[in-house]
């Protein structure tokens, strides 16, 4: 980043870093905090240096800058302060004399020589000949102290601000990133005549309307975020006519996805509503991001220089992150895909960071061939085979993939018995797996929950498809055995001490036969119960609920052994790790967090989301986890350091389903807008879009070989999707994953393999049996 370095002023000899008067006006403001002479309603931020264009954006071959003032007599290009504002003298002056006051000799020296102030300014009586401007005020003890603060705010309404970082690192615990209420919204208070805020609106509107269509599309990402900050400016500072005048002028011009946050902010028609409004505050502190072509760029900032369109001008600087490519500006319809998310796209240097998305290498488990197949060989005149045979699903992954994170990366549980027992099962199970495509479609089988009344929230199955598992609104979790074998609980104590732990049958006598039902229900949430997750060795279930607990769920005993307590509010989603051990939940209050079952707090927190955290999914190689939000984005977390490795933008509604493929790379993510859309994990990249659905999708799930894409949604109706046509089209060159160019192809009836309606069934939830058989579940609603 460039440092705005000394302006040339035509009223004073003085030069200075701007730098060094922010550092000034930082080393004030802490003064006059330490002395208690700051009163609540007088607080304002403060500025750091802007960035090198003047857009708080990073250009690092951008020449041309806009100035402080568009059409000031300072040249174009060059967006430095005059150094001989009085305001500025008067700032530095007073810094200096605190430090001296204070026998900070030696920092009050730098501070000059850096300033370039001559040296009686640091003598009591030079200083206050030279600084005339000062007068009596200049002493910090005085009675004129809120006068010597009033001179670090920005006082002039065109002046050149600064952007307050709106960043949350993933690692900050949820209190820590809510900046407080009255510093966010004090910007607003810098304001210009409200007369001139629909013609400066109406102004740049006229201006992009008449530019050629290449550019139009890019330069009208502008409208939203400006229209909403104008907007939020004049109710601010109480021009509630005029706010509600260029509201009602405007707000029909606005893209059709920003329709729900258009009507809570029309609700925000007075000061005191927009104190604790939370959509209100995402915006503010998160800077709106605009992807646009260099060629677009300079058209927008020749027409801000020209028309000195000042309010303009300070929305952009302070709110608005511009992000620069070089090439052919995009299309209408290649910006649509990627908008309508709360703060815009995603900046393109988030989706850089190198992602393992390979599986990790299978333990090697011999195969034993069982009493059926020898028999059935044997029945067509072969020999018996007396070498155990390996599954082909294990002998691919001997080799390990390039694009896979090291086996140690992150610790992982060690391999028991039953779960080598559970391996080899899996192993022959896939050995008579039907293999899927548009000729060989798999068959459905569909669990409706009768007299639910509407309360299922929540379901899942296990991985062996023996167990079914419903969340309800009463606060329940009922279990269901989808086998003959019913579900019984272990004796109790003293009967276990009875049995004979010896023998081979153990596992079978521990078992308490008087207790054998078709289905358990599980009490201990005190509120409705969203999201529940079984454990891969089919021995706990997770579930989470409104009461802001996730519950731990013994499959042996039917009892809730911990209740994980670190969400403060709701709790939307939870999923056990692919291995175990570990889970992931996300809830109301934006953030996801990584537990181990052995520890009652959380192992991280994941902060970065704008809005509530309403699903969660692990990778396969469960070294990262994706998070859908109300935000409408997704983004993808490394479970090692906690840092977001991905944000993908492009749904208009809150995300609800998520699905990894079964390789690792790719993911597909389902919306309340009823869209399905597929993205490329290693480039960062949307490369699907599947439409069909006219509601929102709640399940979604790709078959066991990858082939297939199943979604499930409220629609009650569950479609079928050539997934491995979708991927096998892609076609990612340098140009786009540097760009983010993508042309999607308007291909979904192509892509739709079958739709299957219910009577009047919703659709929750989505599972492919190890033979690829698809269950789906949901309540029937009369």
Avoid at 373 to 384: C, I, L, M, S
Wanted: hydrophobic fraction near 35%.
């Amino acid at each position: 980043m460039r440092l705005n370095q000394s302006g040339d002023s035509t009223s004073s000899n003085w030069r200075f870093p701007f730098f060094n008067l922010a550092h000034a006006r930082f080393i004030l403001k802490m003064a006059a905090v330490q002395g208690s002479i700051v009163d609540a309603k007088d607080e304002a931020d403060i500025k750091t240096e802007p960035a090198a264009d003047g857009f708080g954006n990073n250009h690092a071959n951008d020449a041309g800058v806009l100035s402080a003032s568009p059409g000031s007599s300072a040249a174009a290009g060059n967006n430095k302060p005059a150094a001989g504002a009085p305001e500025d003298q008067q700032t530095l002056l007073a810094v200096l004399q605190f430090l001296r006051k204070n026998k900070l000799s030696e920092s009050a020296e730098i501070l000059r020589r850096e300033a370039g102030l001559p040296e009686e300014v640091l003598d009591p009586k030079g200083a206050d000949s030279a600084g005339s401007g000062l007068g009596s005020g200049a002493d910090i003890d005085g009675g004129d102290a809120s006068a010597l603060l009033s001179r670090v705010t920005v006082t002039a309404a065109g002046g050149a601000k600064a952007p307050t970082k709106g960043t949350v690192h993933s690692k900050s615990s949820a209190g820590e990133d809510q900046p407080d209420v009255n510093v966010v919204l004090s910007a607003y208070s810098q304001q210009g005549d409200p007369a001139l805020y629909e013609v400066y609106y109406s102004g740049l509107k006229k201006f992009i309307e008449s530019v050629l269509d290449c550019h139009r599309a890019e330069l009208s990402q502008v409208f939203y975020p400006l229209f909403v900050h104008m907007y939020l400016e004049l109710v601010y500072n109480n021009h509630e006519a005029e706010a509600k005048a260029f509201f009602e002028k405007f707000s029909g011009d606005q893209e059709c996805y920003y329709e729900e946050d258009l009507r809570i902010l029309s609700s925000l028609t007075k000061k005191e509503h927009m104190r604790g409004n939370e959509t209100l505050l995402d915006f503010r502190t998160s800077k709106f991001v605009l992807r646009i072509s260099r060629d677009s760029y300079q058209l927008l900032k020749r027409h801000l220089q020209e028309r000195q369109n000042n309010q303009i001008w300070n929305i952009i600087q302070e709110h608005l992150y511009i992000d620069i490519f070089d090439g052919m500006p995009r299309s209408k319809s290649q910006i649509d895909a990627m908008s309508g998310s709360l703060a815009g796209e995603a900046k393109r240097e988030a989706n850089k960071a190198k992602v393992y998305y390979g599986l990790l290498k299978e333990p090697e488990i011999e195969l034993p061939l069982d009493d059926e197949d020898e028999e059935a060989e044997n029945e067509e005149g072969k020999p018996k085979k007396k070498k155990p045979k390996k599954d082909s699903t294990g002998s691919k992954s001997k080799k390990q993939d390039p694009n896979a994170p090291s086996q140690t990366r992150i610790p992982l549980p060690e391999l028991k018995d039953s779960d080598k027992l559970d391996k080899i099962m899996y192993m022959k199970e896939s050995t008579k797996r039907i293999r899927l495509g548009p000729d060989n479609l798999p068959s459905i089988c569909f669990y409706t929950f009768l007299n639910a009344y509407q309360g299922l929230t929540a379901v899942d199955v296990t991985d062996d498809s023996s167990l079914i598992a419903g969340g309800f609104a009463d606060s329940t979790v009922r279990v269901w055995s989808v086998t003959p074998k019913k579900l019984r609980k272990v004796k109790t104590a003293t009967d276990l001490n009875l049995i004979d732990k010896e023998s081979d049958d153990v596992l079978e006598r521990i078992m308490d036969d008087k207790t054998a039902s078709e289905s358990k229900c599980l009490y201990g949430h005190s509120g409705p119960v969203y999201g529940i997750s079984f454990s891969p060795d089919r021995n706990y279930l997770l579930s989470c609920s409104e009461d802001g607990t996730v519950r731990l769920w013994s499959l042996l005993t039917f009892t809730c052994l911990v209740g994980y307590k670190g969400h403060n509010y709701p709790v939307w989603d939870t999923q056990f790790s692919p291995y175990g051990h570990y889970f992931i939940s996300g809830g109301h209050d934006r953030v996801a967090r990584l537990w181990a079952t052995d520890h009652h707090q959380p192992l991280r927190i994941f902060a970065g989301h704008l809005a509530d955290v309403t699903c969660t999914r692990f990778h396969p190689n469960a070294n990262y986890m994706a998070t859908g939000s109300s935000d409408r984005t997704i983004r993808l977390w490394d479970v090692l350091t906690g840092n977001c490795v991905r944000i993908f933008t492009g749904h208009k509604g809150p995300i609800h389903a998520l699905a990894f493929s079964p390789n690792g790379k790719f993911l597909a993510s389902g919306a309340t807008d009823g869209r399905v859309l597929l993205w490329d994990i290693g480039h960062g990249l949307m490369i699907g879009e599947l439409k069909g659905h006219t509601e929102c999708i709640y399940s979604l799930r790709f078959s066991r070989d990858g082939e297939i894409l199943g979604s499930g949604s409220m629609d009650n109706t569950v479609r079928l999707w050539d997934a491995m046509k979708a991927f096998d089209d892609l076609e990612t060159d340098d140009f786009t994953a540097a760009t983010g160019h993508i042309h999607l192809q308007d291909n979904s009836q192509e892509l739709l393999l079958g739709t299957y309606m219910t009577k009047s069934t919703p659709v929750v939830h989505l599972h492919f049996t190890r033979r690829n058989l698809l269950l789906a579940a949901g309540a029937y609603n009369p």
